[in-house]
């Protein structure tokens, strides 16, 4: 079931990178890092379970370095 997850822009960025970590439920034995990057505010996970915990960060980058990662924030895909 796929997790959508958005965030509002940053002035003079032109990416940003999205940290997350799968780190499954008591049906599935996961623990799976990404880093992604885009152009845009939003950004669709796809593969998780119902069931499986995502956390979530995000930091804004440009030509000349990024900023720190925001707060994690993590969700429980729904049944």
């Known amino acids: 079931m ?3 997850v ?3 822009a940053i002035s003079r960025a032109t990416r940003y990178d999205i940290h997350y970590t ?3 439920s008591q049906y599935t034995d996961k623990n799976v890092d990404t880093i992604h990057s885009t152009g845009n505010t939003s950004y669709t996970i796809t593969g998780p379970y119902s069931g499986d915990e995502i956390c ?3 930091r ?8 720190a990662w925001a707060e994690t924030w993590c ?3 729904p049944y």
């Open 2 to 4: 796929p997790v959508l």
């Open 6 to 8: 958005s965030w509002s």
């Open 22 to 24: 799968n780190k499954g």
């Open 56 to 58: 979530v960060s995000v």
């Open 60 to 67: 804004a980058a440009n030509k000349y370095g990024a900023s």
């Open 75 to 77: 969700t429980t895909v």
